[in-house]
């Protein structure tokens, strides 16, 4: 009986003691948890001092925040020493100036709270993190609290990089109001400051213009296959709404109007903008569409101004993105217009006119106090007018705009593409995201101002963003926030855990970590062997695989430890949740061969933006799937192939072949035929054989050849392949006159 006496009453002393959690993401630079709580009740105060207008605002957001969760609380203003007894006190007393603008002290003692900040963003985050100490359920919608406990801490917080930004493409398919302010506050809840609001492409223009009405008439909307019209778009004053929503959280809004490029539901409104003045048609497919603005037409300049100049009355922040991205150059080098201002401008090639236009619009926003940011694409023909870049296509683009002189976002597609999926961007990946690159020197790294998450939505309509954007969105606040030496992803990830909580309440329907199974692979030091372990997406997963290409079901085997693969094989591999199947099947082909493992030279310099596989990609044992961005393909664009295996001494073949990707709507073509060369000293080499190709460039869908020839009989240390490009995207194609690519894997020697 004692005994019991005595874990009852341990049991209450452990229950008494126990702290209450503190969670929070992005992590603060320090945190130190007291013991105890403080309680925020109905007799609570929110104190602010006289003067501080800043502190009113968000305090008063704070207030409204409570209110809605049940608590109504008194704001008073104070003078010099007030009573903070079960108060809640805003103010800049105190503040260490090193924390600059955005950054903020909060302290939770047993009898108040003291928000110390030097601006309305450095009291908003403290709030936001005060918010996240609150408990689990103050995020329910229908939350109502008479007590709140928050326990008692002291945080010291300020953000890496100024710039955090999530890009929400509205385009491609049509977000609601209501979505978008969500996202705001989705943001704001995790200290990103930036909403970069893509708001014109060639499937949909999505704000009024008054002065050009069919851009809203015609351009908002796409005719579906089954006739129906779809799309919609922002009335000014949504915009004036969602502007005011976003200054009340900190987020800023860039809105992004895309040109010359990406035009086609402009051009479709009014086809006097085109170099062909010819009626189209609001874009219905995905793609890069060869008609752009014409840059000829002194109309495209007045149009432009005009547009921008209601943009520039709607959005206050000093940035207007201009997009500037995947522009082909075809209409303009066969346009007399385009040609003709070639030519009155003195340049050389159509990078320049594009130089020139955007110089030209640069120029206009100046005298409306705007900057320009534009895609990576905006350096080819020079930097323009002031302009900050937005690198996208790899750190290689970083190092380009630096070098230029030019402030740079940073959001390259191997880390912060989060329409791609989490196979091939995981949670742990994200986090690894460094926006500087290396080896560039202190002073340009002063130009990087931080970077964003793409969220494009060509398969992604509005249902699906949280999925794409959580939980990998936290992690890239984690990286643009967090001080780099408090960061850990093991650590990460246990908060994020901690987290879902919160964000099921906020009604975010997150996805996973990763993908359900994970296919990893490690070649043996002497090439002959492949040992591969599978990782589950969730611990409660069960995986099946099959090594002879059978779809895997749960009578395959079960994967309990890493298996060996001593041949060429095809493993597939599935996740079950108590027999039922989750997400797709994953397949891998693997390929010893007696170039596996072996030196490769490549003859061209491959695409930065593919190259998760290294320089070694096309012989590493690993076969590049239909997922042309899986980081296993090598690629180039523009050019032709040539890469020379050495297979270290010379020895008898028996065949040669090599795999090639098509997917004609992203511009990648099988090629036309490919040489293979084999040489016993490495200088002379001899064709062996062509293989011409049997696949057509209008061939659609995923299309993936072996080019594989014969050559029994021949005796070699070194094999060479030439794969001949297409060359530039047919007359047909919608980016026509642009350079095609090509992505190979992978290179086996039998
Ligand atoms: C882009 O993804 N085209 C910027
Ligand atoms: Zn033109």
Same mark, same amino acid.
């Given at each position: 009986m004692r005994k019991v006496v005595l874990m009852l009453l341990s049991g209450i002393v452990l229950l008494a003691c126990k702290k209450q959690e503190v969670n929070i993401i992005p992590v603060p630079m320090q945190v130190v948890q007291e013991k105890g709580n403080f309680n925020i009740n109905k007799s609570t105060r929110i104190l602010i001092d006289t003067d501080d207008s800043v502190a009113f605002k968000v305090a008063t957001y704070f207030q409204n925040l409570l209110k809605s969760k049940g608590l109504i609380l008194e704001l008073d203003k104070v003078v010099n020493f007030p009573d903070l007894k079960n108060a809640i006190y805003f103010t800049k007393k105190g503040f260490v100036d090193s924390l600059g603008v955005e950054g903020y002290m909060l302290t939770v003692n047993t009898g108040n709270i003291t928000i110390c900040a030097n601006s309305g963003s450095g009291y908003f985050y403290a709030v936001q993190t005060l918010r996240q100490l609150m408990p689990m359920g103050f995020e329910s919608a229908n939350a109502n609290y008479s007590r709140l406990s928050v326990p008692c801490v002291r945080i010291i917080d300020k953000p890496t990089f100024g710039w955090r930004g999530l890009n929400l493409d509205c385009c491609r398919h049509f977000m609601s109001k209501d979505f978008v302010k969500r996202y705001i506050d989705l943001l704001a809840y995790h200290k990103m400051n930036i909403l970069h609001w893509h708001l014109t492409e060639d499937q949909g223009?999505?704000?009024?213009? =008054?002065? &050009?009405? @069919?851009? /809203?008439?015609?351009?908002?909307?796409?005719?579906?296959?089954?006739?129906?019209?779809?799309?919609? &778009?922002? /009335?000014?004053?949504?915009?004036?709404?969602?502007?005011?929503?976003?200054?009340e959280r900190y987020v800023n809004i860039v809105p992004e109007i895309e040109m010359p490029g990406h035009s086609v539901a402009a051009l479709a409104s009014y086809p006097q903008l085109s170099c062909t003045g010819e009626p189209l048609k609001v874009e219905t497919n995905w793609g890069v569409f060869k008609d752009i603005y014409c840059a000829g037409n002194e109309f495209t300049f007045t149009f432009l101004q005009d547009v921008l100049t209601e943009v520039a009355d709607l959005f206050p922040f000093p940035y207007i993105h201009i997009g500037g991205d995947e522009a082909p150059k075809y209409r303009w080098e066969n346009c007399p217009k385009c040609r003709a201002r070639l030519k009155s401008q003195k340049l050389k090639n159509y990078e320049e006119l594009q130089q020139y236009f955007i110089s030209r619009i640069a120029k206009f926003l100046e005298t409306k106090g705007r900057r320009i940011i534009g895609w990576d694409e905006i350096l080819e023909g020079g930097r323009p007018h002031n302009a900050t870049v937005q690198a996208w296509r790899g750190m290689d683009r970083v190092d380009s705009a630096v070098f230029a002189g030019a402030p740079v976002i940073v959001s390259p597609t191997s880390h912060c593409y989060f329409d791609y999926p989490v196979d091939v961007i995981d949670l742990r990946k994200v986090y690894s995201f460094n926006p500087i690159p290396d080896g560039i020197s202190a002073q340009q790294k002063k130009l990087i101002l931080g970077g964003e998450c793409n969220m494009w939505t060509e398969h992604a309509p509005q249902k699906t963003v949280d999925s794409k954007l959580f939980p990998r969105m936290l992690a890239l606040s984690e990286v643009l926030w967090s001080y780099p030496k408090v960061r850990s992803?093991?650590?990460?990830?246990?908060?994020?855990?901690?987290?879902?909580?919160?964000?099921?309440?906020?009604?975010?329907n997150y996805g996973f970590e990763q993908s359900a199974v994970k296919v990893n692979s490690q070649l043996s030091a002497d090439a002959k062997s492949i040992t591969v372990s599978i990782e589950r997406g969730q611990e409660n997963l069960e995986i099946f695989y099959t090594v002879d290409g059978a779809e895997p079901t749960t009578k395959s085997i079960k994967y309990k430890k890493p298996f060996v693969l001593k041949e060429s094989a095809t493993v597939?591999?599935?996740?079950?949740?108590?027999?039922?199947?989750?997400?797709?099947?994953? %397949?891998?082909?693997?390929?010893?061969?007696?170039? %596996?493992? =072996?030196?490769? @030279?490549?003859?061209?310099?491959?695409? %930065?933006?593919?190259?998760?596989?290294?320089?070694?990609?096309?012989?590493?044992?690993?076969?590049?799937?239909?997922?042309?961005?899986?980081?296993?393909?090598?690629?180039?664009?523009?050019?032709?192939?040539?890469?020379?295996?050495?297979?270290? =001494?010379?020895?008898?073949?028996?065949?040669?072949?090599?795999?090639?990707?098509?997917?004609?709507?992203?511009?990648?073509?099988?090629?036309?035929?490919?040489?293979?060369?084999?040489?016993?000293?490495?200088?002379?080499?001899? !064709?062996?054989?062509?293989? !011409?190709?049997p696949v057509k460039a209008e061939d659609e869908g995923l299309i993936r050849h072996d080019f594989t020839l014969n050559v029994k009989g021949i005796n070699c240390r070194y094999v060479r392949m030439v794969a001949c490009s297409i060359g530039n995207c047919p007359d047909w194609h919608p980016a026509a006159g642009s350079p095609s690519w090509l992505f190979a894997d992978e290179i086996s020697v039998y």
């Amino acid at each position: 009986m004692r005994k019991v006496v005595l874990m009852l009453l341990s049991g209450i002393v452990l229950l008494a003691c126990k702290k209450q959690e503190v969670n929070i993401i992005p992590v603060p630079m320090q945190v130190v948890q007291e013991k105890g709580n403080f309680n925020i009740n109905k007799s609570t105060r929110i104190l602010i001092d006289t003067d501080d207008s800043v502190a009113f605002k968000v305090a008063t957001y704070f207030q409204n925040l409570l209110k809605s969760k049940g608590l109504i609380l008194e704001l008073d203003k104070v003078v010099n020493f007030p009573d903070l007894k079960n108060a809640i006190y805003f103010t800049k007393k105190g503040f260490v100036d090193s924390l600059g603008v955005e950054g903020y002290m909060l302290t939770v003692n047993t009898g108040n709270i003291t928000i110390c900040a030097n601006s309305g963003s450095g009291y908003f985050y403290a709030v936001q993190t005060l918010r996240q100490l609150m408990p689990m359920g103050f995020e329910s919608a229908n939350a109502n609290y008479s007590r709140l406990s928050v326990p008692c801490v002291r945080i010291i917080d300020k953000p890496t990089f100024g710039w955090r930004g999530l890009n929400l493409d509205c385009c491609r398919h049509f977000m609601s109001k209501d979505f978008v302010k969500r996202y705001i506050d989705l943001l704001a809840y995790h200290k990103m400051n930036i909403l970069h609001w893509h708001l014109t492409e060639d499937q949909g223009w999505r704000i009024e213009i =008054k002065k &050009y009405p @069919k851009l /809203t008439e015609v351009g908002a909307w796409r005719q579906l296959a089954d006739g129906t019209e779809y799309g919609g &778009y922002y /009335t000014q004053d949504d915009i004036r709404e969602i502007v005011a929503y976003a200054a009340e959280r900190y987020v800023n809004i860039v809105p992004e109007i895309e040109m010359p490029g990406h035009s086609v539901a402009a051009l479709a409104s009014y086809p006097q903008l085109s170099c062909t003045g010819e009626p189209l048609k609001v874009e219905t497919n995905w793609g890069v569409f060869k008609d752009i603005y014409c840059a000829g037409n002194e109309f495209t300049f007045t149009f432009l101004q005009d547009v921008l100049t209601e943009v520039a009355d709607l959005f206050p922040f000093p940035y207007i993105h201009i997009g500037g991205d995947e522009a082909p150059k075809y209409r303009w080098e066969n346009c007399p217009k385009c040609r003709a201002r070639l030519k009155s401008q003195k340049l050389k090639n159509y990078e320049e006119l594009q130089q020139y236009f955007i110089s030209r619009i640069a120029k206009f926003l100046e005298t409306k106090g705007r900057r320009i940011i534009g895609w990576d694409e905006i350096l080819e023909g020079g930097r323009p007018h002031n302009a900050t870049v937005q690198a996208w296509r790899g750190m290689d683009r970083v190092d380009s705009a630096v070098f230029a002189g030019a402030p740079v976002i940073v959001s390259p597609t191997s880390h912060c593409y989060f329409d791609y999926p989490v196979d091939v961007i995981d949670l742990r990946k994200v986090y690894s995201f460094n926006p500087i690159p290396d080896g560039i020197s202190a002073q340009q790294k002063k130009l990087i101002l931080g970077g964003e998450c793409n969220m494009w939505t060509e398969h992604a309509p509005q249902k699906t963003v949280d999925s794409k954007l959580f939980p990998r969105m936290l992690a890239l606040s984690e990286v643009l926030w967090s001080y780099p030496k408090v960061r850990s992803y093991d650590k990460f990830l246990e908060r994020v855990r901690r987290h879902y909580g919160r964000l099921s309440n906020m009604g975010v329907n997150y996805g996973f970590e990763q993908s359900a199974v994970k296919v990893n692979s490690q070649l043996s030091a002497d090439a002959k062997s492949i040992t591969v372990s599978i990782e589950r997406g969730q611990e409660n997963l069960e995986i099946f695989y099959t090594v002879d290409g059978a779809e895997p079901t749960t009578k395959s085997i079960k994967y309990k430890k890493p298996f060996v693969l001593k041949e060429s094989a095809t493993v597939k591999a599935v996740a079950f949740l108590n027999n039922s199947r989750v997400g797709e099947v994953f %397949t891998r082909e693997f390929v010893l061969s007696k170039s %596996t493992g =072996k030196n490769v @030279k490549l003859g061209f310099a491959p695409a %930065t933006k593919y190259m998760g596989g290294g320089l070694q990609a096309l012989v590493d044992g690993r076969k590049g799937t239909e997922a042309y961005n899986d980081g296993i393909w090598q690629a180039v664009q523009g050019s032709d192939m040539v890469a020379t295996v050495d297979l270290g =001494k010379s020895q008898p073949i028996s065949t040669v072949s090599v795999g090639f990707l098509q997917s004609n709507p992203s511009w990648i073509f099988i090629p036309k035929q490919v040489d293979f060369f084999t040489s016993v000293g490495g200088t002379d080499f001899t !064709l062996v054989g062509t293989v !011409l190709s049997p696949v057509k460039a209008e061939d659609e869908g995923l299309i993936r050849h072996d080019f594989t020839l014969n050559v029994k009989g021949i005796n070699c240390r070194y094999v060479r392949m030439v794969a001949c490009s297409i060359g530039n995207c047919p007359d047909w194609h919608p980016a026509a006159g642009s350079p095609s690519w090509l992505f190979a894997d992978e290179i086996s020697v039998y």
